[in-house]
């Protein structure tokens, strides 16, 4: 997806996309009226002094006259950024969450890439829009004025486009360039900051910062060169202005010696100060055409935001959970080879291995977050989707809110539910009075990993889902948690598959687990 001029028009209300053309007309006539007052001057020698006055009277009305609509339409301005910096940043956490990007590069473009777009493509096109204004009416005013001579004045100023044309494709690239580097920039920011302690205990604070360091450096140069690129093609246009405006008096001149076409002083004194208008709107179009060009790539989005589903599909009340000669690869490593399994509703399944052999990826694969290399994972005879079973990952996810908040994810559930699964995982009593309202802030380590874990845990109970994955959840937990919290979950009649390094032989006996070991590739029943 682009965010182009016909998005902008898609998101911006009529009413406003309306007001903002007339006020960006009725603010744009600075450069007629400069030319109908000052182009008076020659005729107000030995003019009365009620002509004085009502000359300053006109003049006063029609300067307020358009400054008032050049305010009215940068009032205007904000509101349309308003909506669409919204409508962009919604779209930016939209796309990034359902394409899976990592956070550092969705957060980059939340910030760094929309901040450019708003001031580099929004704000330009509002730029554009009175520059345009202004450009077209001070040009209708010139050939009213001489026909002959304010053709010559246009065409002239013509001559400042030439540096942005044959610009305007380096200047994209060298965006592309700069965001592409800055993302680099955030990615290893937030590798310092997330590493600090790893990096703090073994003593290359140094070093690591200097990888830090150059990837800022980098990011800053490719930005200064394309600042520096943008103002030489400026400097450009700036050295044609002074042609496009000696040209026309040039010319002007000369006719008004030789005595052709009636052209005169005063003539020439009002074309000049409306032409100039004509020039610098034609220049300020080229100053923002750069800008618009600069965001070319910044614009485009790895595809068109989805929408959300308003209501969960129906999974069935006891599906069983199957994999069709499925396989798992990452390019040349193999995960799993493909396997034929079939696991019933109500099962209760270990997942053994050693560390890195890939049981984290298996557990994906089974919750519809990894798409089989080959084959096909189904439940109930349908492919599997990440909706249709709860998975329960080692690393308890929190966010600052109420434990309500953290509970529902914005769901509805009733106070007693929520009550009856903290009871459930052992939290009613652990968390204060009024459990339900106390705010977390999860950087701040008010909670312990495993009061975080079991919180997690009781969001999963809320959904009562047939499938419950379960990654290590219980490496946080000393023993009688962890074997309360697994006999709570053994106990539920849905389907588990659990992934654990510190077992608990007793419940695996008492609940019948079957055991399978990922060993070579391959998922084997031990008996």
């Known amino acids: 997806m682009t965010i182009n001029f016909r998005w902008v028009l898609r998101h911006l209300p009529l009413w406003l996309i309306a007001a903002l053309i007339i006020t960006a007309i009725c603010g744009s006539l600075e450069g007629i009226i400069n030319g109908v007052v000052l182009g008076q001057f020659p005729s107000l020698v030995g003019a009365s002094s009620a002509k004085l006055i009502r000359y300053l009277l006109t003049s006063s009305t029609l300067y307020l006259f358009t400054y008032t609509f050049l305010y009215l339409c940068q009032i205007l301005t904000v509101v349309a950024i308003k909506h669409l910096n919204i409508a962009l940043k919604q779209s930016m956490l939209t796309v990034s969450f359902q394409q899976g990007e990592a956070t550092s590069h969705g957060l980059n473009h939340l910030t760094n890439d929309a901040a450019k777009i708003e001031t580099n493509y929004f704000s330009a096109l509002a730029t554009l829009l009175t520059a345009i204004c202004g450009a077209v009416l001070a040009t209708t005013f010139v050939l009213s004025v001489h026909l002959l001579m304010g053709t010559i004045a246009i065409a002239f100023s013509a001559l400042t486009m030439i540096p942005m044309v044959f610009a305007q494709k380096k200047i994209g ?3 592309k ?4 580097a800055n993302d680099r920039t955030v990615q290893t920011a937030n590798d310092w900051l997330a590493g600090r302690r790893e990096i703090n205990q073994y003593r290359t604070e140094q070093s690591f910062f200097a990888r830090v360091t150059g990837a800022l450096t980098n ?6 060169k394309q600042n520096i690129f943008q103002w030489t093609v400026q400097y450009g246009s700036w050295l044609l202005v002074i042609a496009a405006m000696m040209g026309p008096w040039a010319i002007g001149f000369y006719l008004m010696q030789h005595g052709g076409f009636g052209v005169s002083i005063s003539i020439l004194l009002t074309l000049t100060l409306s ?11 080229m100053a923002v055409w750069g800008d618009l060009a600069s965001t070319k790539d910044l614009r485009k989005l790895q595809a068109a935001p989805i929408p959300f589903s308003q209501t969960a599909a129906k999974t069935p009340t006891a599906p069983a959970l199957a994999l069709h000669q499925a396989s798992l690869a990452f390019g040349d490593h193999q995960i799993l080879r493909p396997t034929t399994v079939t696991i019933p509703y109500g099962s209760k399944v270990l997942l053994t291995g050693p560390s890195g052999v890939g049981k984290t990826s298996c557990l994906n694969l089974l919750a519809g977050w990894q798409q089989p290399t080959t084959g096909k994972v189904d439940l109930a005879d349908t492919p599997v989707q990440s909706t249709d079973v709860t998975y329960v990952p080692q690393e308890p996810w929190l966010f600052t809110g109420t ?3 953290n509970l529902t994810l914005t769901a509805h559930y009733s106070d007693k539910e929520l009550l009856a699964s903290l009871q459930e995982v052992g939290l009613l009593t652990e968390l204060g009075p009024d459990p339900l309202s106390r705010i977390l802030h999860p950087d701040a380590n008010d909670l312990s990993g495993g009061q975080k874990q079991r919180l997690v845990i009781a969001r999963a109970l809320l959904r009562r889902r047939p499938v419950l994955l379960l990654d290590e959840i219980t490496a946080g937990l000393d023993d009688k948690n962890a074997h309360a919290v697994r006999g709570l979950l053994y106990r539920l009649p849905q389907t588990i598959v659990e992934s654990a390094h510190h ?3 007793a419940l695996i006996q008492e609940f019948h687990f079957q055991t399978y070991h990922l060993q070579d590739q391959q998922l084997i029943l031990e008996h």
């Open 503 to 505: 077992l608990d032989p």
């Open 403 to 405: 434990v309500r908040d």
């Open 275 to 285: 032409a100039d208008h004509v020039v610098g709107s034609i220049r300020q179009v």
């Open 177 to 180: 360039d700069w965001s592409q």
């Open 219 to 224: 990011s800053e140069r490719r930005l200064q």
């Open 173 to 175: 690239k060298l965006g």
